[in-house]
């Protein structure tokens, strides 16, 4: 898995590609994830459009970083969900959990100005 | 459509890196068995749950035990067969993790999302070596497509 990130009004954009299904992989994500919190960044888009596929290790990722924004009054939301994870949502009915946006623009805008 | 029939063992020490280099194992070895793409995640994902748990779980994240993982392709399925060193656990005996009050735990999915990607699903405790847990995904019925 690769990562990258960039931060658009306020917002910062997660832009992981690959697999997400544990190891090092999921380490990084979730180290990369709680750099923003610590740095009082709390609006978090991740954009899933390159994510191959994940398992439960990326799932608990994006329910811990979830959890996390909301005790810090902070938000996540995800983009570009693919019909692959959308599948993995809706079997462990976690698509009632999360905000999801068919593009990265609609779920920046969707934060709060 | 029809598989080129094969069987592979291999041995993996209990160290993260073993969730990407068993994928990238078995990602080759179905790719070169004709396996369809459609149904390469499922799979991935599948012995990526299996094998996170055997790694953590069962062999205590000790890179002194293995993590045994065999691919047995027939013509119209592949098993995959993965064996850890640990005591093994009672799969049905897990939380629920569909269960309103669960939603929102970081861990507990994996054998659910197992269950729901594979066609079959089996436990063994074997003798003095460890759990192994057995995955089959059915392709076809096996006549030449």
């Known amino acids: 898995m ?5 931060e658009r009004d306020g917002v910062v954009i997660l832009k992981p590609k690959g697999k997400i299904l544990g190891g090092p992989d999921a380490t990084l994500l979730k180290d990369q994830l709680q ?16 994510v191959d ?3 439960s290790t990326g799932l608990g990722i994006l329910i811990s970083t979830l959890t996390t924004l909301r005790k810090a009054n902070g938000e ?19 698509v009632t959990v999360f905000d999801d946006y068919e593009t990265v623009e609609e779920a920046v805008s969707a934060f709060p100005q | 459509m029809s598989l080129k ?3 592979e063992l291999r041995s993996f020490p209990s160290v993260p890196d073993t969730v ?19 149904l ?45 060193e640990g005591a093994g656990f009672d799969p049905d005996t897990l939380p629920d993790p569909v269960a ?5 735990r970081e861990v507990g999915r994996g054998l659910f999302i197992v269950r729901a990607y594979m066609d079959e699903v089996h436990f063994q405790m074997v003798d003095g070596r460890g759990l192994r847990i057995t995955l089959v995904k059915i392709v076809s019925d096996g006549q030449p497509g």
Not at chain 1, 2 to 6: I, N, T
Not at chain 1, 35 to 50: E, H, M, N, P, Y
Not at chain 2, 29 to 37: H, K, M, V
Not at chain 2, 54 to 75: F, L, M, Q, R, S
């Open chain 1, 2 to 6: 690769k990562l990258s990130y960039e």
């Open chain 1, 35 to 50: 750099s923003f919190i610590d740095q009082g960044k709390t609006r978090v888009v991740i954009d899933l459009a390159a």
């Open chain 1, 53 to 55: 596929y994940m398992n």
């Open chain 1, 76 to 94: 996540l939301k995800l983009a570009n969900v693919t019909e692959k994870i959308q599948s993995l949502l809706t079997i462990t009915k976690l």
């Open chain 2, 5 to 7: 029939p094969g069987r």
């Open chain 2, 20 to 38: 990407a280099d068993v994928d990238s194992f078995l990602d080759q070895r179905l790719r070169d068995a004709g396996f369809p793409d459609e």
């Open chain 2, 40 to 84: 390469m995640a499922d799979v991935a994902v599948s012995v990526s749950e299996v094998v996170n748990n055997a790694v953590i779980h069962g062999n205590g994240a000790n890179p002194e035990k293995h993590v045994d993982v065999e691919v047995e392709i027939a013509p119209d399925r592949i098993s995959i067969a993965i064996q850890d």
């Open chain 2, 100 to 104: 309103q009050e669960n939603l929102l």
